[in-house]
């Protein structure tokens, strides 16, 4: 059973930085690609990037380009995403996600396991 757990979460001020943290029970390098997406209340899931494990290509929707960097751990089977200058419109909960399968993208469908997500929240 692929378990995926997400920390790092917290509450900071705009232009602020945290380093989200997803761990998986298992390999990460056996996985196809690595995801990170958000959900704010009353909106829909929101693909904000994601990895290719075994290139580490990433790929970041136009809002957090910039801002925002995936990295990759396989020895400690943690991706994670690193996030900068903060803005408000950030505020989400932030959930990782694998897949195994190609093709990779911002959609959910592409994305067959889930963590339970980490709350971040910026304030102005």
């Known amino acids: 059973q692929v378990q995926l757990v997400e920390s790092g979460g917290d509450s900071v001020q705009t232009g602020g930085s945290l380093t989200l943290s997803c761990a998986a029970s298992?390999?990460?390098?056996?996985?196809?690609?690595m995801g990170w997406f958000r959900q704010a209340p009353g909106k829909e899931r929101e693909g904000v990037g994601h990895?290719?494990?075994?290139?580490?290509?990433?790929f970041y929707v136009d809002s957090v380009k910039g801002r925002f960097t995936i990295s990759q751990d396989n020895a400690k089977n943690t991706v994670y995403l690193q996030m900068n200058n903060l803005k408000p419109e950030d505020t989400a909960m932030y959930y990782c996600?694998?897949?195994?399968?190609?093709?990779?993208?911002?959609?959910?469908?592409?994305?067959?396991?889930w963590g339970q997500g980490t709350q971040v929240t910026v304030s102005s």
């Open positions: 990895i290719y494990i075994k290139t580490g290509t990433t």
């Open positions: 996600a694998a897949s195994s399968t190609l093709p990779c993208g911002y959609s959910a469908r592409f994305f067959k396991f």
């Open positions: 298992t390999y990460t390098g056996s996985y196809t690609c």
